[in-house]
């Protein structure tokens, strides 16, 4: 995996996609005749959005392939009356490499890539630089198979070239620096410290831009599995522990804390959100609102915090904000540790895979190895090239004049003859090759990630961001949570869950619905009484519904999973 190696692959592929590219029009491959535009069904777990991709993503893909996404959402069933009918679709993508993921491999329902060399022939990129991938996800089909299958059918996200490093802190601590600059950078330690501080920021703040009532946080439940999705991230930028089965693992030590664990981290967390919400600081609309409503919220100026970078300072700090002296920013409380990511050659628990009975798994293969070229993600996460970035004549990325405005502002027309903001535009299949922080071979020795280029590095654009920056002593957050050295490394590895068996799939079913419901039942209680009484009958029901079974279902894959990532870093050590 060498940068050479890379950049070889590239040229190849620049030339190899218009080779493949006209010999299957002319041929009619998948029963498609020559400069018919082909409308590829991407079924995807990790997509909000239902119908055609537009705007210049749309235009792209048309241009460069010919083709057309139409992205189908995992909504209301759709994976089991998929699934029934033997048609995932063209390109399928899993949000975990487990149950559902692995129920597809044993019935037959996704294409194997090594089949006539599809993978070799028609994604170059996959195949000489993903190999670690590939070789993960082989491993999985064994034990989906009972190894009796060693086949390849796809690859995981967030991929490395190295396991060296770890990816960049997206459990941020982000709050409202403004208001905390006001307050006179008051020193914040315990969970209680960063309470007082919400109350202090909502007295100086009751309103938002809009006028409305200003809150601490604002959630949404539309991501919730197991558990509620947020209190499980809040013991996980706190503690450090990642999420796995129903509950929380620490990869320092590979103790398992079960959710209902007495005083465990998520019953933990769970009341201090209950603390918040008596304090009134929980948006009420937390329980029913969408992802979406969340951060229209968090725009607007209606929250004070956010655990996750996407949520905070991405959302909060647009011009009308930065300009007007107010920013959302890092401020990690002393005793939290949160979680980082290490780098994976093997990638994550997404699946990008290819559907067993498309009829152009060619030109599914040539989409995908687009994807895993440094243009292809760099167009995803930033635009066209040329238009919204590109590189200066010493290799080093930068963004055009319109770029910078599509970072500060998704909302940005596009025009050169483009439809549409860059939000229409964007890529709504969720299509994960590279990880952010992975090296650009194009460029001159940086990442992907537009955090860390030489040309974004530059003096800050206001004077809320340099009060930052004095403050903290750092330049980026990156940086920032460096320098406090209080994190957790969570090491790659090809670690994947098992499968359920029927049985426990029903149990867990059971258990996790009474979960979610108890656990925003307790958040949402009025007095301390009302919380204990509702986490005892939470606790009570999903121990009649079989917890102990799913809790010793999750023990033994923690078990796994902590034996994987010992043999992983003594790896790294002899390297």
């Not at 970078?309 to 009308?320: R, T």
């Not at 930065?322 to 290490?342: F, L, N, Q, R």
């Not at 460096?482 to 590895?493: H, L, N």
């Not at 009484?533 to 999750?554: A, H, R």
Request: contains cysteine; hydrophobic residues 30%.
């Amino acid at each position: 995996m060498k940068k050479s190696t890379w950049k070889k692959a590239v040229s190849l592929l620049l030339a190899s996609t218009m080779v493949v590219g006209s010999a299957a029009a002319v041929t009619g491959c998948g029963g498609s005749k020559k400069n018919e535009t082909i409308t590829l069904d991407v079924f995807s777990q990790v997509a909000n959005y239902s119908g055609l991709q537009t705007g210049w993503m749309g235009d792209i893909l048309k241009k460069k392939f010919n083709v057309k996404f139409n992205i189908i959402p995992d909504q209301q069933g759709m994976l089991q009356t998929r699934m029934e009918e033997g048609n995932l679709g063209d390109i399928v993508i899993f949000g975990h490499n487990d149950t559902d993921y692995q129920n597809a491999v044993k019935n037959g329902l996704l294409y194997d890539w090594e089949e006539d060399d599809l993978v070799k022939e028609y994604a170059p990129n996959v195949y000489k630089n993903m190999k670690d991938a590939m070789e993960k996800n082989r491993g999985i089909t064994k034990v989906a198979t009972n190894n009796k299958e060693s086949k390849v059918y796809g690859i995981g996200n967030d991929i490395a070239l190295s396991n060296e490093d770890h990816q960049s802190f997206f459990y941020t601590w982000d709050v409202r620096w403004d208001l905390y600059k006001q307050l006179g950078y008051p020193t914040v330690k315990s969970l209680d410290d960063f309470k007082k501080l919400m109350l202090d920021m909502r007295k100086i703040c009751p309103k938002d831009d809009n006028g409305n009532d200003t809150y601490a946080v604002s959630l949404w439940p539309d991501w919730d599995v197991d558990y509620v999705m947020y209190v499980k991230a809040t013991a996980t930028a706190w503690y450090g522990y990642d999420e796995l089965g129903i509950g929380l693992y620490d990869p320092a030590t590979g103790n398992y804390h079960d959710a209902l664990e007495e005083n465990g981290p998520y019953l933990e967390m769970l009341k201090f959100f209950n603390e918040l919400f008596q304090e009134d600081l929980v948006d009420p609309d937390s329980m029913t609102q969408t992802y979406d409503k969340a951060v229209e919220k968090v725009q607007n100026g209606g929250v004070f915090w956010s655990i996750f970078n996407y949520s905070g300072q991405l959302a909060y700090n647009k011009p009308v904000h930065t300009k007007a002296g107010k920013m959302m920013y890092s401020m990690k409380p002393e005793d939290a540790s949160p979680i980082v990511y290490g780098m994976n050659t093997q990638g994550g628990d997404y699946v990008t895979c290819i559907g067993a009975s498309s009829e152009y798994p060619e030109k599914c293969m040539e989409v995908i190895n687009w994807f895993a070229s440094p243009e292809g993600k760099m167009t995803y996460a930033y635009g066209p090239k040329g238009l919204c970035w590109d590189y200066d004549k010493e290799g080093n990325t930068y963004f055009t004049d319109l770029g910078k405005e599509c970072k500060k502002n998704i909302n940005t027309k596009m025009g050169n003859g483009y439809k549409g903001s860059f939000k229409d535009g964007q890529c709504q299949a969720a299509i994960s090759t590279w990880a952010n922080d992975v090296e650009n071979p194009d460029s001159n020795g940086e990442t992907y990630n537009s955090d860390n280029w030489k040309s974004n590095i530059t003096k800050a654009e206001t004077e809320i961001e340099q009060d930052w920056r004095d403050k903290t002593g750092c330049n980026t957050a990156n940086e920032y949570f460096e320098k406090s050295g209080k994190y957790t490394v969570s090491p790659g590895t090809s670690f994947a869950m098992e499968q359920k068996d029927d049985d426990l799939k029903t149990t867990w079913s059971q258990v996790t619905q009474e979960i979610k419901a108890g656990s925003w039942k307790a958040m949402f209680s009025k007095t301390d009484k009302e919380f204990e009484k509702n986490v005892s009958s939470m606790i009570s029901k999903t121990k009649k519904y079989g917890y102990d079974k799913c809790l010793e279902w999750s023990k033994k894959q923690a078990e796994r999973r902590y034996q994987l990532e010992q043999e992983a870093t003594k790896n790294s050590k002899k390297k």
